[in-house]
């Protein structure tokens, strides 16, 4: 029985004794199918790692959003906020 790792950016299975592409993070080995998908945990572990495991891959549908909507949430409601004050000055002003 081979254990597969799953690549949490593109949701592949990735078995852990073939692949090179492997990162070490909160104590925990985590592997991908390529560097590209290395590259992209790098950047953002914690964004993936709040997927629970549950990529791309496989929609689970709840809301319909990826991870990273869930983590924009409070983030682009400011923005709209930005956007709603930007149209209010521009009107005042016009
Ligand atoms: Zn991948």
Redesign the pocket.
């Known amino acids: 029985m081979i254990e597969m790792a799953k ?1 949490l ?2 949701g ?1 299975d990735v078995d852990p004794k073939t692949s090179n592409y492997v990162m070490e993070y909160n104590g925990g080995s985590y592997y ?3 560097e ?2 290395l590259n992209e945990f790098r950047k953002d572990p914690d964004r993936y790692l709040r997927g629970g495991g549950d990529s791309r891959g496989g929609h689970r549908g709840h809301g319909g959003g990826c991870c990273g909507m869930m983590m924009g949430g409070g983030w682009t409601s400011y923005v709209f906020l930005g956007i709603i004050l930007l149209l209010l000055i521009i009107r005042f002003f016009w």
């Open positions: 690549d950016v593109c592949m991908f199918c390529s590209k998908c």
